[in-house]
């Protein structure tokens, strides 16, 4: 990849696509992971205005920690950002005591995770309608297209995406170019919607380099008995995800009504 050739490419596209929108900048939730350091550094580069949220959930220590110094460095280095943090603790704890209790908490696990996700682009679309700007995207292309693995209406409810049609690996390097901080670069990749120290390995099952190497097998339309062993089983995690969360991935389906159910008939 030629690295420094699409960081401009994706600074030029982010800020021609504000400036034809009549849009003077972005908002951004910033997590203290990879995606959103190389997000929000793409954002500040186009010298439009970048307001970072942080919104901590019950936040692990060493996500807060990390967030906070990016966004830092990032107001070190870029005069158009601006920081703004907003506990979603209270928030979330509030909705979780009003909604209907459950005879086995682990039943709602998932949802409540989602909800974290929610209540985070609520956030970010308030600030966005609040300042004039657009809501940036931190979907990479393995989760966005590949395993599905973000939250319908969550961290996918976005304006667009800079990123989705990079890889993991090359937004890693993009960030060791752009100088993001190296614990950023070296963390393992988290959601961070569960409130302990789980990670996307813990909750997919396989990394994000297998995981690359298993889209690349699909689109050359190789199939499970195509491999043996780790091979195999990788291949068969991506599947599973990818056919499971192709919801997230195609249009929302519309019931088109025949024209012919359409005319009124006379009497």
């Given at each position: 990849?030629?690295?420094?050739?699409?960081?401009?490419?994706?600074?030029?596209?982010?800020?021609?696509?504000?400036?034809?929108?009549?849009?003077?900048g972005f908002v951004i939730g910033v997590s203290g992971g990879i995606d959103s350091a190389i997000t929000s550094t793409l954002c500040a580069k186009t010298g439009l205005d970048?307001?970072?949220?942080?919104?901590?959930?019950?936040?692990?220590?060493?996500?807060?920690?990390?967030?906070?110094?990016?966004?830092?460095?990032?107001?070190?280095?870029?005069?158009?950002?601006?920081?703004?943090?907003?506990?979603?603790?209270?928030?979330?704890?509030?909705?979780?005591?009003?909604?209907?209790?459950?005879?086995?908490?682990?039943?709602?696990?998932?949802?409540?995770?989602?909800?974290?996700?929610?209540?985070?682009?609520?956030?970010?679309?308030?600030?966005?309608?609040?300042?004039?700007?657009?809501?940036?995207?931190?979907?990479?292309?393995?989760?966005?297209?590949?395993?599905?693995?973000?939250?319908?209406?969550?961290?996918?409810?976005?304006?667009?995406?800079?990123?989705?049609?990079?890889?993991?690996?090359?937004?890693?390097?993009?960030g060791r170019v752009l100088g993001v901080n190296k614990e950023i670069i070296e963390a393992a990749p988290t959601d961070g919607l569960w409130g302990d120290s789980r990670t996307d390995e813990d909750q997919i099952?396989?990394?994000?380099?297998?995981?690359?190497?298993?889209?690349?097998?699909?689109?050359?339309?190789?199939?499970?008995?195509?491999?043996?062993?780790?091979?195999?089983?990788?291949?068969?995690?991506?599947?599973?995800?990818?056919?499971?969360?192709?919801?997230?991935?195609?249009?929302?389906?519309?019931?088109?009504?025949?024209?012919?159910?359409?005319?009124?008939?006379?009497?």
């Amino acid at each position: 990849m030629q690295t420094e050739k699409v960081i401009d490419h994706i600074v030029k596209w982010l800020k021609d696509y504000a400036t034809n929108a009549n849009i003077k900048g972005f908002v951004i939730g910033v997590s203290g992971g990879i995606d959103s350091a190389i997000t929000s550094t793409l954002c500040a580069k186009t010298g439009l205005d970048l307001l970072c949220l942080e919104m901590p959930i019950h936040q692990g220590k060493n996500q807060v920690t990390r967030a906070d110094r990016h966004i830092s460095w990032l107001m070190n280095n870029f005069s158009n950002v601006n920081r703004q943090p907003v506990n979603l603790t209270p928030v979330f704890d509030s909705l979780v005591a009003a909604l209907p209790k459950v005879e086995n908490e682990e039943e709602r696990f998932m949802s409540l995770a989602n909800t974290r996700a929610r209540l985070r682009m609520t956030t970010l679309y308030y600030f966005a309608a609040l300042e004039g700007y657009l809501v940036a995207g931190t979907g990479n292309k393995v989760e966005d297209f590949g395993v599905g693995f973000y939250t319908k209406y969550g961290d996918g409810g976005v304006d667009l995406s800079p990123i989705a049609d990079l890889l993991k690996s090359e937004v890693w390097e993009i960030g060791r170019v752009l100088g993001v901080n190296k614990e950023i670069i070296e963390a393992a990749p988290t959601d961070g919607l569960w409130g302990d120290s789980r990670t996307d390995e813990d909750q997919i099952g396989a990394t994000y380099p297998e995981l690359e190497w298993a889209m690349q097998m699909d689109d050359e339309g190789k199939t499970l008995e195509d491999f043996s062993d780790r091979e195999k089983e990788v291949f068969r995690i991506y599947k599973t995800f990818n056919t499971s969360n192709r919801h997230k991935m195609i249009p929302i389906p519309i019931c088109e009504i025949p024209d012919s159910l359409k005319v009124t008939t006379q009497p």
